[in-house]
């Protein structure tokens, strides 16, 4: 069975600072890898996604991601956060099924 | 493209009353959509998959007859709460894929459903 880990429950980055969010998974094949953020009360967006071919993924709002098969991850990164990217990340994958495991999630707070 | 809208994005009811919520895909044909549940602070847990036409699959441990999924059209399915309790409340979110390009779910803004 698939499995979406986000090791870290919370994190605090200051304004300009770098980010990187882990997200590790379990499954068999090369998954369909997804992060997603979800601002308070709102439903997810999608910020970018992994099927196959370049490892390094661009996303939106500057995010990119990393898909690195050997560790089993697919961190998300972004060089410079700004105060709006307060919110709570999700990353997911799908199995052969279309079917989603989405990890805990992992809180941003941006301090000035 | 691929949005998705939620109605009511709030509702409040009575225990023991039903209440429905829309899911609708604005401008694409949704072939499967999604139902999720998600308490504070925690993460998504789907609830059911629907296939327009067809019977929805619920996951384990999700009361079908409680939960009404109707998938009638397209851009169209409903998740109705029946009998609701103050343990329903919750923000309920709902999901679709576009028919041809089922890899990715476009999501919903979401329902906060408050059970009195």
């Known amino acids: 069975a698939q499995s979406v880990t986000q090791p870290d429950i919370h994190i605090t980055v200051s304004e300009g600072a770098s980010l990187e969010l882990r997200c590790n998974y379990s499954?068999?094949?090369?998954?369909?890898l997804f992060w997603y953020v979800q601002s308070p009360g709102q439903g997810l967006q999608l910020l970018l996604k992994?099927?196959?071919?370049?490892?390094l993924v661009q996303g939106i709002k500057g995010f990119e991601a990393e898909f690195k098969r050997s560790q089993s991850s697919f961190n998300l990164r972004k060089p410079s956060v700004h105060w709006s990217d307060a919110a709570e990340y999700f990353c997911?994958?799908?199995?052969?099924?279309?079917?989603?495991?989405f990890g805990a999630g992992t809180q941003v707070v941006v301090t000035p | 493209g691929a949005v998705v809208s939620q109605h009511p994005s709030w509702v409040i009811c009575k225990s023991g009353t039903s209440v429905k919520i829309e899911c609708r895909s604005l401008?694409?044909?949704?072939?499967?959509m999604f139902w999720y549940r998600q308490f504070p602070k925690q993460s998504l847990m789907l609830m059911a998959t629907?296939?327009?036409?067809?019977?929805?699959?619920?996951e384990q441990g999700v009361e079908k007859d409680k939960f009404l999924i109707n998938h009638a059209s397209l851009t169209l399915s409903t998740l109705t709460v029946t009998s609701a309790h103050p343990e329903d409340s919750s923000f309920y979110i709902c999901?679709?894929?576009?028919?041809?390009?089922?890899?990715?779910?476009?999501f919903g803004p979401g329902t906060r459903l408050t059970v009195l």
């Open positions: 992994y099927f196959s071919g370049d490892t």
């Open positions: 499954y068999g094949a090369t998954p369909y």
């Open positions: 629907s296939n327009e036409g067809s019977k929805a699959t619920y």
């Open positions: 997911a994958s799908t199995d052969s099924w279309g079917k989603f495991q």
């Open positions: 999901s679709a894929t576009e028919a041809g390009a089922t890899d990715t779910q476009y």
């Open positions: 401008d694409f044909q949704a072939t499967t």
